[in-house]
T-cell receptor, first 115, second 114 residues
Framework: AQKITQTQPGMFVQEKEAVTLDCTYDTSDQSYGLFWYKQPSSGEMIFLIYQGSYDEQNATEGRYSLNFQKARKSANLVISASQLGDSAMYFCAMRGSNSGYALNFGKGTSLLVTP | KAGVTQTPRYLIKTRGQQVTLSCSPISGHRSVSWYQQTPGQGLQFLFEYFSETQRNKGNFPGRFSGRQFSNSRSEMNVSTLELGDSALYLC?????????????FGQGTRLTVV
């Protein structure tokens, strides 16, 4: 079975600061994908960044980067230069053959960016 | 390029009724999957369709069903609605199957059962 753990229910960060959202996972799959999504209060799930289990370099997309530590089974999201519009729920997810490639989500982290 | 479109955005139904939700994937994407999001259970996988065939199914009762059409559009049906079916239903579109395939979501349909 696959399991995603996000241990931070809520986080605060000041505007322009960097913030790290934690994600650990457990799987017996050799090949898997790790994903981060942002969900504002409107409900839409916005894709942010993806990391493949065989990718040696950490993924980056603009202000988002994924700190992938395979041996530790962690895939933390780093948001640099936080903006007020970054306030939202953030979900870590993974997919692999053990789940029939369905996305398994963590419980999410609520991020609040303050002025 | 248009994103994933879900209709309707909001629905209010009475217990015992049935409901059909629609999802149009990104053009060229052949995989559509559905998820239910509730405050108590979080995000749970319902089912996935690829080329009109159901490829994977989550742990939901038979009241939840779906289908996919030849143009990749998908519908999800819930019969005999229960209060506990109140949730945000999200549809995701992917270009194919596999662990490394990105999934893009629509805005969701918020269903309220009264």
């Amino acid at each position: 079975a696959q399991k995603i753990t996000q241990t931070q229910p809520g986080m605060f960060v000041q505007e322009k600061e960097a913030v790290t959202l934690d994600c650990t996972y457990d799987t017996s799959d050799q090949s898997y994908g790790l994903f981060w999504y942002k969900q504002p209060s409107s409900g839409e799930m916005i894709f942010l960044i993806y990391q493949g289990s065989y990718d040696e370099q950490n993924a980056t997309e603009g202000r988002y980067s994924l700190n992938f530590q395979k041996a530790r089974k962690s895939a933390n999201l780093v948001i640099s230069a936080s903006q007020l519009g970054d306030s939202a729920m953030y979900f870590c997810a993974m997919r692999g053959s053990n789940s029939g490639y369905a996305l398994n989500f963590g419980k999410g982290t609520s991020l609040l960016v303050t002025p | 390029k248009a994103g994933v479109t879900q209709t309707p955005r909001y629905l209010i139904k009475t217990r015992g009724q049935q409901v059909t939700l629609s999802c149009s994937p990104i053009s060229g994407h052949r995989s559509v999957s559905w998820y239910q999001q509730t405050p108590g259970q979080g995000l749970q996988f319902l089912f996935e369709y690829f080329s009109e065939t159901q490829r994977n199914k989550g742990n939901f009762p038979g009241r939840f069903s779906g289908r996919q059409f030849s143009n990749s559009r998908s519908e999800m049906n819930v019969s005999t609605l229960e209060l506990g079916d109140s949730a945000l239903y999200l549809c995701a579109s992917s270009s194919g199957l596999g662990a490394t395939t990105e999934a893009f979501f629509g805005q969701g349909t918020r269903l309220t059962v009264v």
